[in-house]
């Protein structure tokens, strides 16, 4: 009688289990040691199933990242990060960043300019500033890949 509920979380342990993990959650991080809403949109990543790794840069350092990465001044955040492939700026939600890798689009990557309130790391008791996540295509130009 039991059985039902056995094999439901024998499933959802299954499908848990980090088989495609490597390639596609795998993420690297670009920030400052003293920002702490980075650190916290780290910790949102890490929830959702990503396998975070972090470097804490020089400001300088972080700046000739960005520039290298094809973030102007004006599509900027704190931190930066990379997946396969695919550059990710700022307070990205985790649930953007898996739709990009799973429809995978030929662009730079997603940003979030600014630091929104309420965006993930952002919180701010309950303070929400609606955003909107950004797509970078390669001619320079974005476009709205969600709105939060
Ligand atoms: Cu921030």
Same mark, same amino acid.
């Given at each position: 009688m039991a059985i039902r509920p056995i094999l439901a979380l024998l499933i959802a342990l299954l499908w848990g289990t980090p088989v495609f993990a490597a390639?596609?959650?795998?993420?690297?991080? #670009?920030? !400052? @040691?003293?920002c702490s809403c980075c650190?916290? #949109?780290v910790k949102h990543l890490e929830s959702n199933g990503f396998a975070v790794t972090v470097n804490?840069?020089?400001? !300088?350092?972080?700046?000739?990242?960005?520039r290298?990465?094809?973030? @102007?001044?004006?599509?900027?955040s704190c931190h930066t990060a990379k997946i396969d492939g695919y550059v990710i700026e700022g307070h990205v939600p985790a649930s953007d960043i898996?739709?990009?890798?799973?429809?995978?689009?030929?662009?730079v990557g997603l940003t979030v300019p600014g630091m929104p309130a309420g965006s993930p790391g952002m919180e701010q008791g309950g303070e929400f500033e609606p955003y909107d996540v950004l797509l970078?295509?390669?001619?320079?130009?974005? @476009?709205?890949?969600?709105?939060h």
């Open positions: 390639a596609e959650t795998a993420i690297e991080v #670009w920030k !400052s @040691s003293t650190g916290n #949109w804490a840069v020089e400001p !300088s350092m972080l700046a000739a990242i960005k290298q990465a094809g973030i @102007s001044e004006t599509l900027a898996k739709r990009l890798v799973a429809e995978h689009p030929d662009a970078l295509k390669k001619d320079g130009t974005t @476009s709205v890949f969600a709105h």
